[in-house]
């Protein structure tokens, strides 16, 4: 594993409309073995098989978007991340990706804990919910935080678990892993202080120790 | 697309029970062209009462395909693409050696001194074609139920034989449930005198004993929904009840005409031999576990169930990809949503053509 790259340019590009996607794909080494947990359509599996010759595969719990996801020639099942990874081998994978589903996982310890299982390292993206905005609405409208990063109601939000950048370092702290790389996002700027303030989405390269 | 059926007959077939068969003719279809490297044939596994007459127009019937609506230009199986092959089964009474076959030792037809055969080695004669045509690797093996069970034991039998299997709507060993529906179709056969322990070739044939199995059979192909949808409790050319024992339903009427239709193209012999083999089959055979039963294959696999199909239940389709990703292997899986029960592999294709499409052409890039 190379360091963490020290890149002049606070700017991050897309892949497929996302930062998080970019930052990933810079972070995945070609030719190696991954897993997508929640993969939605396979956007980015298709990417990483296209452009770093990855062998691809999926899990999504949407029967939709599995139909979707297999159209596009990507090996997806349908199933549930809370369930679905017992079946697997230890270490069957390079890299176990969970990108924005975190905080819709039902036991993130757990899910986190398998994905280390299954494979060598886990790449974790998650929206970050000590932002600002958040933050700011919190208190001054009182209500449920309903921002551009978290969009939705509160009766209608797929989101169950709501985490920060500060509560996941704490986390791979207590649990002992080991963070090779971290990234902190703001659209498409890296930010490089106050994380916990300023982070819309942050990406953690994690293996055990 | 006119097509025309061909037969290749084998010297002889060594069975699972030990005995060998011969001579054996295979009857199959081709579709499509097969290209310069051999690398894009798929092998169609028929389902029970299924034949070799998978696509297109048949020259000698005039009638469609039972998979026309899967198989052909820009379909599923794109036979501007493929090279696709389909034979009627061993057991079989569409062309293939079965229980209605003469056999050259007395000059009569087999009848029930056909040997009982399973599923393996239906596969086994599907290899045997497969080489006369000359083709090392298959680009797919697919079927669905009794098809799908072909397509597994493809894949478990001759790993090096198949890029990728697609089994849709099948399972990798039958449950209570489903012998139980099988022993009820044998039964009700071998209760027709005519039946006459299978003796039945030169005289009347079992036909109210095949009718009775297939129209069970039906039941099972078709889910509560679909029939509600189809049938209700409408009645059948009549204001009121007839107060007797003629036909009142509509679904009364359906299921006699499905019963009396497939007495003339199916052998009730052929019925007991295929439903044994399917009952017979179970992957796990041998090894310990399901699991250990893939762990030479290095296929690429698509498993597909519908929702309402409460003959080969998702549950059965989970099983097999929960064992393949235990080992690791490329697997992907999908619930459709449908209402047509188990014949949805046969007539709810939209979803069903665009996983297939897009798998096929996945598979057929990595060969190329």
Same mark, same amino acid.
């Given at each position: 594993?190379?360091?963490?790259?020290?890149?002049?340019?606070?700017?991050?590009?897309?892949?497929?409309?996302?930062?998080?996607?970019?930052?990933?794909?810079?972070?995945?080494?070609?030719?190696?073995?991954?897993?997508?947990?929640?993969?939605?359509?396979?956007?980015?599996?298709?990417?990483?098989?296209?452009?770093?010759?990855?062998?691809?595969?999926?899990?999504?719990?949407?029967?939709?978007?599995?139909?979707?996801?297999?159209?596009?020639?990507?090996?997806?099942?349908?199933?549930?991340?809370?369930?679905?990874?017992?079946?697997?081998?230890?270490?069957?994978?390079?890299?176990?990706?969970?990108?924005?589903?975190?905080?819709?996982?039902?036991?993130?310890?757990?899910?986190?804990?398998?994905?280390?299982?299954?494979?060598?390292?886990?790449?974790?993206?998650?929206?970050?919910?000590?932002?600002?905005?958040?933050?700011?609405?919190?208190?001054?409208?009182?209500?449920?935080?309903?921002?551009?990063?978290?969009?939705?109601?509160?009766?209608?939000?797929?989101?169950?678990?709501?985490?920060?950048?500060?509560?996941?370092?704490?986390?791979?702290?207590?649990?002992?892993?080991?963070?090779?790389?971290?990234?902190?996002?703001?659209?498409?700027?890296?930010?490089?202080?106050?994380?916990?303030?300023?982070?819309?989405?942050?990406?953690?390269?994690?293996?055990?120790? | 697309?006119?097509?025309?059926?061909?037969?290749?007959?084998?010297?002889?077939?060594?069975?699972?029970?030990?005995?060998?068969?011969?001579?054996?003719?295979?009857?199959?279809?081709?579709?499509?062209?097969?290209?310069?490297?051999?690398?894009?044939?798929?092998?169609?596994?028929?389902?029970?009462?299924?034949?070799?007459?998978?696509?297109?127009?048949?020259?000698?019937?005039?009638?469609?395909?039972?998979?026309?609506?899967?198989?052909?230009?820009?379909?599923?199986?794109?036979?501007?693409?493929?090279?696709?092959?389909?034979?009627?089964?061993?057991?079989?009474?569409?062309?293939?050696?079965?229980?209605?076959?003469?056999?050259?030792?007395?000059?009569?037809?087999?009848?029930?001194?056909?040997?009982?055969?399973?599923?393996?080695?239906?596969?086994?004669?599907?290899?045997?074609?497969?080489?006369?045509?000359?083709?090392?690797?298959?680009?797919?093996?697919?079927?669905?139920?009794?098809?799908?069970?072909?397509?597994?034991?493809?894949?478990?039998?001759?790993?090096?034989?198949?890029?990728?299997?697609?089994?849709?709507?099948?399972?990798?060993?039958?449950?209570?449930?489903?012998?139980?529906?099988?022993?009820?179709?044998?039964?009700?056969?071998?209760?027709?005198?005519?039946?006459?322990?299978?003796?039945?070739?030169? /005289?009347?044939?079992?036909? #109210?004993?095949?009718? $009775? +199995?297939?129209?069970?059979?039906?039941?099972? @192909?078709?889910? *509560?929904?679909?029939?509600?949808?189809?049938?209700?409790?409408?009645?059948?050319?009549?204001?009121?009840?007839?107060?007797?024992?003629?036909?009142?339903?509509?679904?009364?009427?359906?299921?006699?005409?499905?019963?009396?239709?497939?007495?003339?193209?199916?052998?009730?012999?052929?019925?007991?031999?295929?439903?044994?083999?399917?009952?017979?089959?179970?992957?796990?055979?041998?090894?310990?576990?399901?699991?250990?039963?893939?762990?030479?294959?290095?296929?690429?696999?698509?498993?597909?169930?519908?929702?309402?199909?409460?003959?080969?239940?998702?549950?059965?389709?989970?099983?097999?990809? /929960?064992?393949?990703?235990? #080992?690791?292997?490329? $697997? +992907?899986?999908?619930?459709?949503?449908?209402? @047509?029960?188990? *014949?949805?592999?046969?007539?709810?294709?939209?979803?069903?053509?665009?996983?297939?499409?897009?798998?096929?052409?996945?598979?057929?890039?990595?060969?190329?």
């Amino acid at each position: 594993m190379t360091a963490e790259p020290q890149k002049k340019t606070p700017f991050v590009p897309e892949v497929l409309g996302r930062s998080d996607y970019a930052i990933i794909g810079e972070i995945v080494e070609p030719n190696t073995k991954v897993l997508d947990l929640g993969c939605g359509e396979g956007e980015l599996l298709q990417w990483l098989a296209e452009n770093k010759g990855v062998d691809a595969r999926g899990v999504e719990i949407s029967g939709a978007r599995v139909k979707h996801a297999i159209s596009r020639g990507v090996s997806v099942y349908q199933g549930d991340i809370d369930e679905g990874l017992a079946d697997y081998p230890d270490q069957a994978f390079d890299y176990v990706i969970l990108s924005q589903t975190l905080q819709q996982t039902h036991h993130p310890l757990k899910v986190l804990h398998e994905m280390l299982r299954v494979g060598r390292r886990a790449i974790v993206a998650f929206p970050n919910f000590g932002h600002w905005t958040v933050r700011f609405t919190m208190m001054f409208r009182g209500g449920a935080p309903k921002t551009k990063l978290f969009p939705y109601d509160w009766y209608d939000s797929p989101n169950i678990h709501f985490l920060t950048v500060h509560d996941f370092e704490a986390l791979v702290s207590a649990e002992r892993l080991v963070v090779e790389r971290r990234y902190f996002l703001a659209g498409h700027r890296k930010i490089h202080a106050f994380p916990n303030l300023l982070t819309e989405v942050a990406v953690y390269l994690i293996r055990a120790q | 697309m006119i097509v025309q059926a061909s037969c290749v007959r084998f010297e002889s077939l060594s069975l699972d029970n030990g005995a060998t068969l011969a001579p054996v003719d295979v009857a199959y279809e081709t579709y499509g062209e097969l290209n310069p490297s051999k690398s894009n044939a798929i092998l169609i596994l028929h389902a029970f009462s299924g034949d070799a007459h998978a696509a297109g127009i048949s020259h000698e019937t005039g009638k469609p395909g039972w998979w026309d609506n899967m198989i052909g230009p820009g379909k599923a199986f794109d036979t501007n693409k493929y090279f696709v092959i389909c034979s009627n089964i061993l057991g079989g009474c569409r062309g293939s050696t079965g229980p209605s076959s003469i056999n050259p030792a007395t000059g009569c037809p087999y009848a029930m001194s056909f040997p009982v055969i399973t599923i393996a080695d239906i596969v086994r004669l599907q290899k045997m074609l497969v080489d006369s045509l000359k083709i090392d690797r298959l680009l797919s093996v697919a079927g669905g139920s009794m098809g799908g069970m072909q397509a597994l034991e493809w894949a478990v039998a001759f790993p090096d034989r198949v890029v990728s299997a697609i089994p849709i709507a099948c399972t990798t060993r039958h449950s209570a449930q489903q012998i139980a529906f099988n022993e009820v179709g044998r039964q009700a056969i071998m209760a027709d005198p005519d039946w006459n322990d299978g003796n039945y070739y030169d /005289r009347k044939p079992p036909a #109210r004993g095949l009718a $009775v +199995a297939r129209m069970v059979g039906h039941i099972t @192909y078709m889910s *509560d929904d679909s029939m509600r949808e189809k049938f209700g409790r409408r009645l059948r050319g009549k204001e009121n009840f007839g107060f007797d024992f003629d036909v009142d339903f509509e679904v009364e009427s359906y299921l006699r005409y499905r019963g009396s239709e497939f007495v003339n193209r199916f052998d009730a012999n052929s019925y007991l031999y295929i439903t044994k083999a399917m009952d017979y089959f179970d992957l796990t055979n041998g090894n310990s576990t399901l699991a250990a039963a893939f762990s030479a294959s290095q296929a690429r696999f698509l498993v597909i169930s519908f929702s309402s199909d409460w003959l080969y239940p998702s549950y059965q389709s989970q099983e097999i990809v /929960r064992a393949l990703r235990s #080992r690791n292997c490329d $697997v +992907a899986y999908c619930e459709l949503q449908s209402n @047509y029960g188990h *014949d949805a592999f046969l007539v709810d294709v939209a979803e069903e053509t665009d996983l297939i499409r897009g798998f096929l052409a996945s598979t057929y890039e990595k060969v190329q």
